[in-house]
């Protein structure tokens, strides 16, 4: 694995990758639609239906992972994933519904476009919008097993790793959680300068975990959920469906168009999903 382009731009890496693998979700739909001969296209020749179908296809699921990117990036709907299932599926069939149209008039003809034909069309489009959001979305899933392989094999033999405490609390500070290391698990994966310092947040990336301290950041094969699982509850909160975040690490919070962010330690910001938001106020976070 290069490091230097892990570090680079993780986020935009991480797009790139939904966005490869939407595409490739796509062109996979249109080839079993044309194989199918699917919504009554069975009667052309296969390579006349392959056309139609990637030329239908593939625009859509390009608009999908944009319309995807855009719910992420809003993180209403972060922890109700069936409904943003629903909610991408609707907001692509709506304009994707015209290209549809547009494309069986070419391919096909259409004696005349009538609000009944543009109402089928649409129901079409968004059958197929949710099913291959929800493949999407369960292609992004992170399977057990494949979180439990290490990045390289490890040494036969050799000094044991230092266990960290996963809480220690710091002179001057006050709480529990006024200094929160890496616990063991997490801190046996990152590099030695970054096992003992101060955690900050994390963040997840497709099948990586984002470590993030006071003393700079890493990527360790884990899954947000179990490393989540390793931390005292006071510690933090996960605030937003791909970020943990340490109480004592908030040093602002700003609210604009009902989004909060917040705004950590070392100027790292993070979102707030509309699900946690209540939840938080009542813990007391600033």
């Known amino acids: 694995m290069n490091a230097a382009a892990i570090h680079a731009s993780p986020n935009a890496s991480s797009v790139r990758r ?3 693998r939407g595409l490739v979700i796509g062109v996979a739909a249109a080839v079993v639609m044309a194989y199918l001969g699917a919504l009554g296209t069975g009667s052309a020749p296969f390579l006349h239906r392959l056309a139609y179908w990637a030329t239908v296809i593939i625009p859509g699921s390009v608009l999908g992972v944009a319309v995807y ?8 709907l972060a922890d109700r994933r069936v409904m943003e299932i ?8 709506v304009p994707h519904s015209f290209l549809v149209i547009v494309a069986s008039a070419l391919f096909f003809g259409l004696s005349a476009i009538t609000p009944e034909l543009v109402l089928n069309f649409w129901l079409a489009v968004l059958v197929v919008s949710l099913v291959l959001t929800a493949i999407n979305h369960l292609a992004a899933s992170e399977p057990a097993d494949a979180m439990q392989t ?31 290391a890496p616990p063991g698990p997490i801190a046996e994966k990152l590099p030695p300068r970054l096992r003992g310092a101060r955690l900050i947040a994390m963040s997840a990336e497709d099948h990586y975990l984002r470590v993030h301290t006071e003393a700079g950041s890493d990527l360790v094969l884990m899954r947000l959920g179990d490393a989540c699982a390793l931390l ?24 604009l168009s009902g989004k909060v962010t917040l705004t950590l330690t070392g100027g790292l910001t993070v979102p707030v999903s509309r699900a946690m938001q209540a939840t938080l106020r009542e813990q007391g976070w600033s």
């Open 86 to 93: 629903a909610v991408v599926a609707l907001l692509v069939s």
């Open 150 to 180: 290490p990045l390289a094999p490890r040494p036969a033999a050799g000094p044991a790793l230092p266990v960290v405490p996963p809480v220690a609390a710091r002179a001057g500070d006050d709480g529990p959680a006024a200094l929160l």
């Open 69 to 76: 990117e855009m719910m992420r990036g809003w993180g209403g």
């Open 18 to 20: 939904r966005a490869v």
């Open 232 to 255: 005292p509850e006071e510690a933090g909160a996960k605030v937003h469906r791909g970020w943990w975040v340490a109480k004592s690490a908030v040093e602002g919070r700003t609210r």
